[in-house]
């Protein structure tokens, strides 16, 4: 039996609303924001990987495509039956993430109306400040599928416009929205182009290549290339994604099935190529980096590969040292981090010096998102170590002052109780 | 001790039981702790909206009947279907899903969503926090 008895009207009691596609971010984000006020606070927090919904502007991006051609045609299917995946590659049929309508948040069109600015960078700061972030790094959604695409032209317009968008219309709207330049990968001389054009760029603070493709990373015609990054002091980044047009994918009858399969199946395939062709002793300063492969497939590789080498030297010959040595030395981040199982999780950071190498991603607002908590909560990590991965290591590699960006998280519940 | 178990109890009317069984859920904030409360099958239930995943606004989600994998006697799929009697809350941040009247996640037990104390008196709903 209870001490007080009120109804749903009385002081202190609030109607609490579905969320829903058209919820306000920091409505969505609201137990973020406590969890941050709760233990994370003070700490600096990079999110390395979150995305851009530029179908929602996708115009915008197809009119600042270079080519007459390719550009009339992108917006001429823009206002038809192409509408917002006009030139690209993508299934929307395939496009599962929501679960049938489960996730909202993944493709949300919340209000902005009345907010100066992009309305991107009005969501993206929507959500900076109610997961507590000091800064976001922001990839393409849509084109992550670009390196499939048939029409290496396509690839080529497309990244050109929409690394303009970015650094054109988007980063210099807020100081703490930072972006990873996209690199058209299946055609080197334009990446090199690209990366000679961007390497200064202060928001540009790194190159990405969408892991979903088939080229082999190895190939001499990238060596130009990866000298010019490597010069730059900027981190290439990997970032895996799907396709169930693979071949190989194609068996798998569920969205589930092959998304688990395939975001870690292409950065495999790519460290793997890296590791065996001596990639890191060919450019020991180039700061390699792969992107939502999560953390469970690391440990596996470094013992496969390991166990292969020892075997096979002579099929690996440039190697000193054994792949796992090389993985301890690259970067990863975190998301979708698997942790039904802590003590396999606890031993997979140790394996890769999780410590110093691991740096947080959310990849918000995608539906497998993971909030800073997620680190922030592990009952077996140092506290020094929750402050390198959810920051401290992304501003060594990346470059970025520490210096607090963020409003206090109570501040944040104050302005804005939410809904939820 | 917790906050929680610091904070005098509290019971809060919802509503009358024709409300609470024509909108099937209501979520409040009470002082700061979300709680919803739903009607199934003539059951009352409540649940802390925190999703035990990652913390998400677990009961502001949808509400889906349970998804089944339908099975031949000869053991041939016969396709997806929706259950007709069972229907689960689902968190709108990741997608975890629970059943209404157990709390329990489907595809692991063991998972689940804590209770909060709930009864029906002269046809009021009223929840203890």
């Known amino acids: 039996m209870s001490d007080t008895k009120d109804t749903k009207t009385a002081p202190g009691i609030r109607e609490l609303a579905e969320i829903t596609g058209r919820s306000d971010t920091r409505d969505v984000l609201a137990h973020a924001t406590k969890q941050a006020a709760r233990s994370y606070d003070d700490y600096f927090v990079v999110d390395i990987d979150a995305h851009v919904s530029e179908d929602h502007f996708w115009t915008e991006v197809l009119e600042l495509i270079d080519n007459d051609v390719l550009r009339q045609i992108g917006l001429t299917q823009s206002k038809g039956f192409g509408g917002s995946n006009a030139l690209l590659n993508i299934s929307p049929g395939l496009s599962h993430q929501s679960v049938g309508g489960r996730i909202g948040h993944q493709g949300r069109r919340e209000p902005v109306e009345g907010v100066p600015g992009h309305p991107f960078v009005t969501a993206a700061r929507r959500g900076m400040d109610a997961m507590g972030l000091d800064y976001q790094i922001v990839f393409p959604s849509a084109m992550l599928l670009l390196g499939m695409h048939p029409q290496d032209d396509v690839e080529v317009e497309l990244a050109k416009a929409f690394n303009r968008w970015m650094v054109e219309k988007i980063l210099p709207q807020d100081a703490r929205l930072k972006g990873l330049l996209y690199l058209p990968y299946n055609t080197p001389e334009v990446c090199e182009e690209l990366v000679a054009k961007y390497a200064k760029a202060d928001d540009i603070i790194g190159f990405t290549v969408c892991s979903t493709r088939n080229n082999a990373v190895h190939a001499d015609c990238y060596m130009r290339l990866y000298a010019m990054i490597q010069d730059s002091g900027k981190p290439l980044a990997f970032h895996s994604g799907y396709h169930w047009g693979d071949p190989s994918f194609a068996q798998l009858n569920r969205f589930l099935s092959m998304h688990a399969l395939s975001f870690t199946h292409y950065n495999q395939i790519h460290v793997t190529n890296w590791l065996v062709n001596a990639m890191p002793e060919r450019f020991p300063r180039l700061k390699m980096l792969w992107v939502e492969s999560g953390l469970a497939w690391i440990p596996f590789l470094m013992q496969r590969l390991d166990h292969e080498v020892l075997m096979r030297p002579s099929e690996a010959p440039g190697l000193k040292r054994l792949p796992s040595e090389y993985m301890r030395e690259m970067f990863y981040t975190s998301q979708p981090m698997e942790r039904t199982n802590m003590k396999l999780l606890e031993v997979t950071m140790e394996a890769f010096n999780a410590e110093t190498q691991l740096l947080y991603s959310s990849d918000w607002p995608h539906w497998d998102w993971d909030a800073p908590s997620t680190i922030a909560d592990l009952p077996f990590l140092s506290e020094q170590a929750k402050r390198n991965i959810l920051g401290l290591n992304a501003a060594r590699i990346f470059n970025l002052d520490t210096t607090r960006k963020k409003p206090a998280a109570a501040q944040v519940l104050a302005e804005r109780p939410g809904v939820s | ?129």
């Open chain 2, 1 to 129: 001790m917790s906050d929680t178990a610091m904070r005098q109890k509290r019971d809060v009317t919802i509503g009358r039981l024709e409300e609470l069984q024509q909108r099937e859920r209501i979520v409040l904030d009470i002082e700061g702790i979300g709680v919803g409360v739903y009607f199934l099958h003539g059951e009352v239930r409540a649940w802390l909206n925190i999703c035990p995943h990652q913390g998400g606004p677990v009961c502001q989600g949808k509400i889906m009947p349970r998804t089944v994998q339908k099975v031949g006697p000869d053991q041939k799929s016969k396709g997806l279907g929706f259950s007709e009697t069972e229907r689960n809350i689902v968190c709108p941040w990741h997608g975890f899903e629970f059943d209404i009247l157990t709390g329990k996640h489907p595809s692991n037990p063991k998972l689940g969503l804590r209770a909060l104390p709930v009864r029906v008196e002269n046809g009021e709903v009223i929840v203890t926090v």
